[in-house]
T-cell receptor, first 116, second 112 residues
Framework: GAVVSQHPSRVICKSGTSVKIECRSL??????MFWYRQFPKKSLMLMAT?????????EQGVEKDKFLINHASLTLSTLTVTSAHPEDSSFYIC????????????FGDGTRLSIL | DQQVKQNSPSLSVQEGRISILNCDYT??????FLWYKKYPAEGPTFLIS?????DKNEDGRFTVFLNKSAKHLSLHIVPSQPGDSAVYFC???????????FGTGTRLTVIP
């Protein structure tokens, strides 16, 4: 069964709207979750690491004020794309890793965001 | 800068034959490698992994080979089945870090 639940699966909205995406860890408590983005014909790129109870760690080039991450509980992380514009249209996907070190990450089904 | 590369965007194989998917990397610090399978409208599903201390890891029909000197890994699926048709991504990380670097994927089609 699914380890990670991501919602919504698809969003279409107008420019200037803020969009919230939820990522839930179903099978275990996750102190760390990850947010990736994929542009067409490109590979998945890590945007940020979401840490329960503390600030997220953003990768270089990712605007923290644009992509707000909240990890309020051990099973839920949210990514809010604030004042979204057409260039933010992309595929956003979250993952969780059980334990530290070399452990595989388990992914949600992703969210296709389209900004008109 | 693409640190993990999958140079074949697609591969077609007859059912029952071997499928070989290839992946190259540039960062010599990578020490953990994974393969994921992705069906349409779903997230990537973990398939198999290998640590740099090994050169082979096998799990049923799936075997991953790692050639550190060539910075190359491959995924062998044998025998291939129609249900294996999907996009396969290789990924790598360094030093137990959480940042996975992904390739662009190879679409495998297994022909019945």
């Amino acid at each position: 069964g699914a380890v990670v639940s991501q919602h919504p699966s698809r969003v279409i909205c107008k420019s200037g709207t803020s969009v919230k995406i939820e990522c839930r860890s179903l099978d275990f408590q996750a102190t760390t979750m990850f947010w990736y983005r994929q542009f067409p014909k490109k590979s998945l790129m890590l945007m940020a690491t979401s840490n329960e109870g503390s600030k997220a760690t953003y990768e270089q080039g990712v605007e923290k004020d644009k992509f707000l991450i909240n990890h309020a509980s051990l099973t839920l992380s949210t990514l809010t794309v604030t004042s979204a514009h057409p260039e933010d249209s992309s595929f956003y996907i979250c993952s969780v890793a059980q334990g530290g070190g070399n452990q595989p990450q388990h992914f949600g089904d992703g969210t296709r965001l389209s900004i008109l | 800068d693409q640190q993990v590369k999958q140079n074949s965007p697609s591969l077609s194989v007859q059912e029952g034959r071997i499928s070989i998917l290839n992946c190259d990397y540039t960062n010599s610090m990578f020490d953990y490698f994974l393969w994921y399978k992705k069906y349409p409208a779903e997230g990537p599903t973990f398939l198999i992994s290998i640590s740099s201390i090994k050169d082979k890891n096998e799990d049923g029909r799936f075997t991953v080979f790692l050639n550190k000197s060539a910075k190359h890994l491959s995924l062998h699926i044998v025998p291939s089945q129609p249900g294996d048709s999907a996009v396969y991504f290789c990924a790598a990380s360094a030093g137990g870090a959480n940042n996975l670097f992904f390739g662009t994927g190879t679409r495998l089609t297994v022909i019945p």
